[in-house]
């Protein structure tokens, strides 16, 4: 059995038997397609299927499933659906049992909201997947646990800490046009592992692997050489004929400039100083070499910001490894990226780039009226059509015992452009250095307190179009509920005001100073260019 991805490595998609894998996926409609595509390509083998949906019901799959619906007619498999609203890992297994699905080679295939995990105790998952490998081991059966939401990236982390009961992980997630699949491991029935990424289609036979056809003799003869600036990475020998090392990333710049073709060349980042530096030196590499050559950007900043990274992307970066990438992840992963051509022409001349790029790092931030936070995301986001919406809008509901300025309090935006605003009884945020998959990790920077303390449930929005759709609804509904603004402007300045050590006296005598002005706006100044 396999997931069925047409043009794909098996090695990257073989589902062994006695094997548990699995999947994170964007959306609900991006899981089912992966999980509906999985059944129909192993339809033909002699095994029991069986699929188990948790929050998906019938008009979910018409409206998500891409092949003509007369095909669905073609899975065959015993579907079962959550209807209790429990949660279903906990309980998997014993139903499983309960309904006999014990035969060898069966393959199941179960889908399910993200937030599974993370409304459960890193213990708890431990044992939920501990159980569920058990069970494929026990029966020789083949497992796909497929889930779907907005927290790709906190669950996967929760994923990889449980390898030892995962057999392979995989990663989907819709892009600016296709999907981006990152295979973090596989493990093949003889125990071998695989990692690798690659760009799918989704077509009416299932997902398809976008290959590469670049005719080879564009290549130069310096395709396995490397160029690598310091030592913190050490590329593996048996994967380049030549390797010369540098020691600053000008001498680098330089030397590729002069002679490379299609060379792989690594610069480093220090420091957010160095992002300009390197930002120039990769824009007049991709303009002057071509899509050929491939650039990486190693990481050493501790975490670099999602505009900063879309920045160097913007410029013509290949692929950026993160601080914590060591020599052995990037030397498991570079066989595929060394296939890497640059998608995407430069179309854009650098000082637009580098100003689009500082618009945001000079914006300002903090709590705005709800006109005022309406105005400015429209603005932030309308910049120029060429935005693909780096960007979330959430909307987070706040504990019933929580009073929405309490929450709104905790707000303490760190970068340019955070804003929050309160709308309908929830504390709306615009994070645009956010990324769609690091949504929890934003939260978490920009709210004193644990924002699942704070709040009960919230949701968001990342494409342009989806965050314009957004704002109009905010805009359209009339506050019911009378906002203290005074009490919101106090709690900041309490904050504020403690950094700097003032009495308590001190910080409430200045606080009740405070006034606020709202400011109208008219939505419909809104062009929708999305």
């Not at 030397?331 to 650098?350: A, F, G, H, M, R």
Request: with cysteine.
């Amino acid at each position: 059995m396999k997931l069925g991805i047409i043009n794909f490595s098996d090695k990257l998609q073989r589902l062994n038997s006695s094997m548990l894998f699995c999947a994170s996926c964007d959306t609900k409609a991006t899981a089912i397609n992966y999980g509906l595509f999985t059944l129909l390509n192993n339809t033909r083998n002699f095994s029991y299927r069986y699929l188990v949906l948790d929050d998906i019901n019938q008009k979910d799959i018409r409206n998500s499933f891409f092949a003509p619906e007369e095909k669905l007619s073609e899975i065959k498999a015993h579907v079962y659906s959550n209807k209790n609203k429990g949660h279903l890992l906990k309980w998997i297994i014993s139903d499983f049992k309960h309904i006999n699905a014990l035969d060898e080679n069966s393959l199941f295939v179960i889908i399910v909201k993200d937030t599974l995990y993370k409304d459960t105790k890193s213990v708890q998952i431990s044992k939920i997947l501990e159980n569920i490998k058990k069970f494929a081991l026990l029966n020789k059966s083949t497992v796909l646990l497929i889930n779907y939401g907005v927290n790709q990236l906190e669950i996967n982390s929760t994923l990889l800490k449980n390898s030892s009961s995962v057999d392979g992980l995989q990663s989907v997630k819709k892009s600016s046009v296709n999907y981006d699949l990152n295979v973090f491991f596989w493990t093949s029935e003889d125990g071998e592992v695989s990692h690798g990424q690659s760009e799918l289609n989704l077509t009416e036979k299932g997902f398809e692997c976008i290959i590469n056809k670049e005719d080879e003799s564009y290549l130069g003869n310096d395709y396995q050489d490397c160029f690598v600036v310091g030592t913190d990475f050490k590329p593996d020998k048996v994967l380049f004929n030549r390797i010369e090392q540098f020691t600053d990333n000008q001498g680098m710049y330089e030397t590729a400039m002069r002679k490379a073709i299609s060379c792989s060349c690594f610069f480093n980042i220090y420091s957010r100083m160095d992002i300009d530096k390197i930002s120039g030196m990769v824009y007049r590499l991709r303009l002057k070499k071509g899509k050929n050559l491939k650039i990486f950007v190693l990481d050493r900043t501790n975490g670099l910001r999602a505009n900063s990274a879309k920045f160097l992307m913007d410029c013509g970066v290949n692929f950026i490894f993160d601080f914590n990438a060591k020599s052995a992840y990037i030397n498991t992963v570079l066989p595929s990226l060394k296939n890497l051509t640059l998608k995407n022409e430069i179309q854009i001349d650098y000082d637009t780039l580098k100003d689009r790029y500082y618009r945001i790092e000079r914006e300002k931030n903090g709590y705005l009226e709800k006109k005022q936070f309406i105005r400015k995301v429209a603005e932030l986001i309308s910049v120029d059509n060429a935005y693909e919406g780096d960007g979330a809008l959430v909307l987070l509901r706040p504990h019933r015992n929580i009073e929405i300025e309490s929450a709104v309090g905790q707000f303490k935006p760190k970068r340019g452009g955070d804003y929050c605003s309160i709308a309908d009884g929830n504390v709306v945020v615009f994070l645009p250095s956010c990324r769609n998959g690091d949504l929890a990790i934003g939260l978490r920077h920009v709210f004193n307190t644990g924002y699942d303390k704070l709040f009960m449930s919230y949701s968001a929005a990342f494409t342009k179009a989806d965050i314009i759709a957004l704002l109009r609804e905010i805009d359209a509904k009339e506050e019911n509920y009378s906002i203290n603004f005074s009490k919101i402007k106090m709690i900041n300045e309490e904050n504020r005001l403690r950094s700097e050590h003032l009495t308590e006296k001190e910080i409430r005598d200045y606080c009740m100073e405070t006034e606020w002005n709202p400011l109208d706006f008219d939505l419909k100044e809104l062009k929708d260019n999305a």
